[in-house]
């Protein structure tokens, strides 16, 4: 399987201020007849269900606030919040698809400071 | 929008199974998988496997095997996931979620709808 990891496992950013999270993937995810990479991001409130808003590593889900901006290819990524809103709270997740057995990352939890 | 519908919270023991329903808008198993996810409680999401209706294909997790079935009720646009061999571990919210079929993963988001989640608690 391929295993997601992701880092930080939780970070503490001020409104207004960019929040960075990493994602790993334990082999390529990238599909060479395409150049697509099989990359996506969700976020997760509490009590909901996830909510898909970055998905190719860059495309953004419509209706996804622009601040929410996905980039990396192969093995590394990142999603970046530009300036954080008290909204964005969440926990968010990877996900790859490039394998038929999907994984996800553990998580990285958002917090205001 | 695209809604899924889930069937209700469930309490089991251990040992017995659980089957949770995951209601469709017609057309959906016509062009798209279902897939299920799990979350336990103050952890993370684990894709459990999926089902693709019209062709009537599935795969899952290992850790699932000889545990877990994905059938659906074209009839219905209802997709159902059932746990056998229930233990306490197995206590999570259960999610469906909307995958496109795995030749349209060049051209369609994944999991880009999910129902609200069903509660399943094991206990004795």
Redesign the interface.
């Known amino acids: 399987d391929i295993v997601m990891t992701q880092s930080p496992d939780s970070l503490a950013v001020s409104v207004g201020e960019r929040a960075t999270i990493n994602c790993k993937s334990s082999q390529t995810i990238l599909y060479s007849s395409n150049n697509k990479n099989y990359l996506a991001w969700y976020q997760q409130k509490p009590g909901q269900p996830p909510k898909l808003l970055i998905y190719w590593a860059s495309t953004r889900e419509f209706g996804v606030p622009d601040r929410f901006s996905g980039s990396g290819s192969g093995t590394d990524f990142t999603l970046t919040i530009s300036s954080l809103q008290a909204e964005d709270v969440a926990v968010y997740y990877c996900q790859q698809y490039y394998s038929s057995l999907i994984t996800f990352g553990p998580g990285t939890k958002v917090d205001i400071k | 929008q695209v809604q899924l519908v889930q069937s209700g919270s469930e309490v089991k023991k251990p040992g017995s199974s659980v089957k949770v329903s995951c209601k469709a808008p017609g057309g959906t198993f016509s062009s798209y998988a279902i ?1 299920w ?1 799990r979350q336990a409680p103050g952890q ?4 459990m496997g ?1 089902i693709i209706p019209i062709f009537g294909t599935r ?1 899952h ?2 850790k699932f095997q000889g545990r877990v079935t994905f059938t659906t009720d074209e009839s219905a646009s209802t997709a159902y996931m059932e746990l056998s061999s229930l233990r306490s571990e197995d206590t999570a919210v259960y ?1 469906c ?1 909307r ?1 496109p079929m ?1 030749y349209d ?2 051209r369609k ?4 709808y ?4 069903t509660l399943v608690t094991v206990s004795s």
Request: proline share 12%; no cysteine; hydrophobic share 30%.
């Open positions: 897939n996810v993370g999401l684990e894709w999926g795969n997790a290992q999610y979620a995958g795995p993963y060049d988001p994944p999991f880009d999910w129902g609200q989640g």
